[in-house]
């Protein structure tokens, strides 16, 4: 209970920063990774939930809109009335014959695009062809049913994904932190007050991230899109933290000091 008080009173009780200022940076580095771990899980809700319901819209337009097709020995056969031309934006296109009616000269007027026979694979971008050739892969079967059994696994790739986003994300919040108490420099050394050295205002910034931080984590939830949040994120820091500097200042100008071991 201490731990979320200690979150309430990050941004409704300033006078807890002279403590926070003079605390061990364990303490700020225990406070800072439950924090950032509870929020990084709640900001993520949204995008779980958003991935689950794109693979089973994955499902659905493969069941509707891909005809039926087998791939085995190395030749693809695609059932149903060929070629498929799929064009696309900024003339690019897909094309899929299986007959042998067509073949990939037909990429000669798109600026990119594919062609699948059933033979090869052939791309086209920037000006370059490159060729697949099935008959590399004859140990490799799959038909329509079998690729749509095979969508719902594309799920777990989620995890490995998280885990990398989550570390980058952690790395990025303590360098914003960091930022911040550079921030917090600048303004003490603008009042000509020096008593606040770096390692204290880091203290004070992490506890500063606090409300920005939650505030992040409701946005990816509510809305991930919203403009200018980046603008909004810093000014509730900054505005948090010179009140948090005032009050660590009032304290240290009437010599009320804290103890130097203080637990979060």
Same mark, same amino acid.
């Given at each position: 209970?201490?731990?979320?008080?200690?979150?309430?009173?990050?941004?409704?009780?300033?006078?807890?920063?002279?403590?926070?200022?003079?605390?061990?940076?364990?303490?700020?580095?225990?406070?800072?990774?439950?924090?950032?771990?509870?929020?990084?899980?709640?900001?993520?809700?949204?995008?779980?939930?958003?991935?689950?319901?794109?693979?089973?819209?994955?499902?659905?337009?493969?069941?509707?809109?891909?005809?039926?097709?087998?791939?085995?020995?190395?030749?693809?056969?695609?059932?149903?009335?060929?070629?498929?031309?799929?064009?696309?934006?900024?003339?690019?296109?897909?094309?899929?014959?299986?007959?042998?009616?067509?073949?990939?000269?037909?990429?000669?007027?798109?600026?990119?695009?594919?062609?699948?026979?059933?033979?090869?694979? !052939?791309?086209?971008?920037?000006?370059?062809?490159?060729?697949?050739?099935?008959?590399?892969?004859?140990?490799?079967?799959?038909?329509?049913?079998?690729?749509?059994?095979?969508?719902?696994?594309?799920?777990?790739?989620?995890?490995?994904?998280?885990?990398?986003?989550?570390?980058?994300?952690?790395?990025?919040?303590?360098?914003?932190?960091?930022?911040?108490?550079?921030?917090?420099?600048?303004?003490?050394?603008?009042?000509?007050?020096?008593? !606040?050295?770096?390692?204290?205002?880091?203290?004070?910034?992490?506890?500063?991230?606090?409300?920005?931080?939650?505030?992040?984590?409701?946005?990816?939830? !509510?809305?991930?899109?919203?403009?200018?949040?980046?603008?909004?994120?810093?000014? !509730?820091?900054?505005?948090?933290?010179?009140?948090?500097?005032?009050?660590?200042?009032?304290?240290?100008?009437?010599?009320?000091?804290?103890?130097?071991?203080?637990?979060?």
């Amino acid at each position: 209970m201490v731990f979320f008080g200690r979150i309430k009173d990050s941004f409704t009780n300033f006078e807890m920063y002279s403590e926070i200022a003079f605390q061990k940076k364990g303490q700020t580095l225990k406070y800072f990774f439950i924090l950032f771990t509870i929020l990084f899980i709640f900001g993520s809700l949204r995008v779980a939930y958003d991935f689950n319901v794109r693979i089973s819209t994955m499902i659905e337009t493969a069941r509707d809109k891909v005809p039926e097709f087998s791939f085995a020995n190395g030749v693809l056969k695609v059932e149903g009335q060929q070629p498929v031309i799929l064009e696309g934006e900024n003339n690019t296109v897909v094309i899929i014959d299986t007959t042998g009616k067509t073949n990939e000269s037909v990429l000669g007027k798109y600026s990119e695009g594919v062609f699948i026979s059933s033979q090869m694979v !052939v791309t086209k971008q920037n000006f370059e062809t490159r060729i697949i050739k099935f008959n590399n892969f004859k140990n490799f079967n799959l038909d329509k049913e079998k690729l749509i059994r095979l969508i719902p696994a594309f799920k777990w790739i989620i995890i490995p994904v998280a885990i990398v986003l989550y570390i980058f994300s952690t790395v990025w919040a303590l360098i914003t932190s960091v930022l911040l108490a550079a921030v917090g420099s600048f303004m003490v050394k603008s009042q000509n007050k020096d008593k !606040v050295d770096f390692s204290k205002l880091w203290n004070i910034a992490v506890y500063s991230l606090t409300l920005p931080w939650i505030l992040d984590a409701a946005k990816n939830l !509510v809305y991930p899109d919203l403009p200018f949040f980046f603008i909004i994120k810093w000014a !509730v820091a900054i505005i948090v933290l010179s009140k948090a500097l005032e009050a660590v200042n009032k304290s240290i100008t009437h010599n009320n000091l804290p103890p130097q071991d203080i637990l979060v």
